[in-house]
């Protein structure tokens, strides 16, 4: 048996509004973001506080997480996703000729809400496939530069990064991350995403 797993993918990222109540925490308006496309998580702590004595290093109180970043490339947002990211005020509707459209406005009144985070990671051990979910149980989004190039000749697949800052959540453990241990499909994995975010 090897002595360990490869990691060889990443897909499906979900979002759900967060709420905290008295340190019970639940979810709403759980989605999935769009497809994935890469994601990196970087943690901070604190530095590792040691205690001298006798001239040595005689205890030590460990790094204690202090908050991160996750970035989260995808291939873009659908409207209903980035209403949910951003908290961006309901649409107005504007006519064009005989069409109405709506339009969503980056103003005053967006509240950018506490998330969770959630995603499936996929792994290979002695040729065999497994699945993790991975669940950040509270983020906030950072505003995304918005980029895009002209076509070409050939099609240039152009993606969308996006940056949210990792919390503790306000349970009794202060839970920052979370994941599953090996399923057998991704869509088991997905199943307790849906379960944590109360997707139906």
């Known amino acids: 048996m090897a002595e360990g797993k490869v990691l060889i993918g990443f897909s499906r990222p979900f979002v759900a509004v967060y709420a905290n109540n008295s340190g019970t925490i639940s979810y709403s308006n759980g989605q999935q973001l769009a497809r994935g496309v890469s994601i ?112 070409g000749e050939e099609i240039e697949w152009q993606t969308q990064e996006l940056t949210a800052q990792i919390f503790r959540d306000d349970t009794a453990k202060h839970n920052w991350n979370k994941f599953t241990g090996d399923l057998t499909s991704e869509e088991d994995a997905v199943a307790y995403i849906k379960s944590v975010f109360a997707i139906s």
């Not at 107005?92 to 109405?100: L, M, Q, R």
């Not at 990671?121 to 509270?138: F, H």
């Open 40 to 151: 990196s998580v970087e943690p901070e702590s604190s530095d590792e506080n040691i205690f001298y004595a006798d001239n040595a290093a005689a205890e030590s109180a460990g790094a204690v997480f202090t908050g991160g970043t996750a970035t989260v490339t995808v291939d873009g947002l659908k409207d209903d996703a980035r209403k949910l990211i951003y908290g961006l005020p309901a649409a107005e509707t504007a006519t064009v000729g005989t069409d109405s459209v709506d339009v969503y406005s980056y103003n005053d009144d967006m509240v950018i809400p506490y998330v969770g985070l959630a995603y499936v990671e996929m792994y290979q051990e002695d040729g065999a496939i497994s699945y993790v979910a991975r669940v950040l149980p509270k983020v906030k989004f950072n505003l995304a530069t918005d980029a895009a190039n002209t076509k």
